[in-house]
């Protein structure tokens, strides 16, 4: 079987780093992606998709971008449910990213993000590396994306 998305977007607000209670890096943000075609008003609408990326790639991501950035994303489309408060079933579906680049340059008082190959992408979301300078969050089972 196939699943695999890949989106060019732009994140609608800064990604914010967390931290399971074991030590694992997590960020979940939304890219605004926009459609290919104007409505009616002659506008272009957009599609908001979640992420979630995890590990060493979570670090990165949070720590390269911010609200605006404009990202490549590489990963695969993936739902999740779980029960609410009022004990209704609800149903996430967000891409678990697996490569994801960075299509303009970072500026960060008044310097460009250059890395030594030129190359401004960041993969290998499964190497383990935590952080204790992070907040803990806690997960339950049913809310991991694998």
Do not use: C
Not at 41 to 46: F, N, V
């Amino acid at each position: 079987m196939l699943n695999r998305a890949i989106l060019t977007g732009r994140l609608t607000r800064d990604p914010e780093l967390r931290y399971t209670t074991s030590g694992t890096a997590v960020v979940q943000a939304t890219i605004a992606v926009d459609r290919q075609f104007k409505n009616q008003q002659g506008e272009r609408e957009a599609d908001f998709i979640n992420l979630v990326i995890w590990r060493k790639a979570a670090e990165n991501f949070a720590n390269f971008t911010h609200k605006g950035s404009l990202v490549g994303i590489d990963g695969r489309i993936q739902t999740r449910t779980y029960e609410n408060k009022q004990g209704q079933r609800v149903y996430v579906t967000e891409i678990n990213v697996d490569n994801f680049s960075l299509l303009e340059p970072r500026q960060s008082d008044g310097q460009q993000f250059n890395n030594s190959n030129g190359s401004q992408g960041f993969s290998n979301p499964n190497s383990d590396h935590s952080n204790d300078d992070g907040q803990s969050i806690d997960l339950a089972d049913d809310e991991l994306p694998f």
